[in-house]
């Protein structure tokens, strides 16, 4: 059985953790658009050069660059039994596009599930988000904090320290907040007018609670 997944949620409602989640228990993989631009920054590739200065500035990449790379990646071999989005579609013009390859392809998306949690929630998270540069795993200093403090719980012998993501200062998170609401928020109508939109609230509940609960819709839905 197939399973087309759209995550969305305001940046910090914990869209990544749900998506790796999701793309285990389910074999699929997980597609982030925003682990894609930020693996060509660190590569110092041509797309990491012209996506910097909207990362940096907590702006979104323009609509046609991210939907030639979604387009791109979802027509690998890997993504013919599905794939979960994490972070893609973040737009109106980005929705109708992943629509119009569904149809090229004659595949339909399975559900879109949004994580709601309130704004000031979201920032108190985002300021506490540190994560593996080596294994990418996500820590939270107040809700999740590593064994030992500052570095990752995975790496065995070898001490990695945990880092925080430039744009998770408070200044850009506000920005991406103010652009989430702007631009983003206008996509739960448009999942919810093609029933495709399921809601889930994060609100001081715990990565398990969550992904307990998106289990739940993915059993009702029959997708497996
Ligand atoms: P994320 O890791 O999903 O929070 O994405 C980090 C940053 O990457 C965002 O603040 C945007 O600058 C950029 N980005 C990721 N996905 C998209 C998208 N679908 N459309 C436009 N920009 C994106």
Do not use: W
Not at 136 to 155: A, K, Q, T
Not at 173 to 185: A, D, G, M
């Amino acid at each position: 059985m197939s399973a087309r997944v759209v995550m969305l949620g305001a940046p910090g409602a914990g869209k990544g953790t749900q998506a790796k989640r999701i793309a285990e228990l389910h074999g699929i993989p997980h597609i982030s658009t925003g682990d894609i631009f930020r693996a060509h920054l660190e590569r110092g590739t041509d797309l990491g050069q012209q996506v910097k200065p909207f990362l940096d500035a907590g702006h979104l990449v323009p609509d046609d660059l991210v939907c030639r790379i979604v387009v791109h990646r979802v027509r690998e071999a890997d993504c013919v039994n599905g794939y979960v989005l994490d972070g893609f579609p973040r737009s109106l013009p980005q929705a109708q596009a992943l629509q119009r390859e569904l149809n090229v392809e004659g595949a339909v998306l399975d559900v879109a599930i949004n994580l709601a949690v309130p704004d000031d929630e979201l920032v108190e998270r985002l300021a506490a988000r540190r994560s593996c540069p080596k294994c990418g795993r996500i820590y939270n200093l107040r809700f999740e904090p590593p064994r030992r403090n500052g570095y990752c719980d995975f790496e065995g012998e070898e001490d990695v320290a945990l880092v925080q993501r430039p744009d998770d200062q408070e200044s850009t998170v506000r920005e991406r907040l103010v652009v989430y609401h702007r631009t983003t928020e206008p996509l739960l109508a448009f999942y919810r007018d093609t029933g495709l939109l399921r809601q889930v609230s994060g609100s001081g509940k715990s990565p398990e609670e969550v992904s307990a609960q998106i289990e739940e819709i993915f059993c009702a839905l029959g997708v497996n």
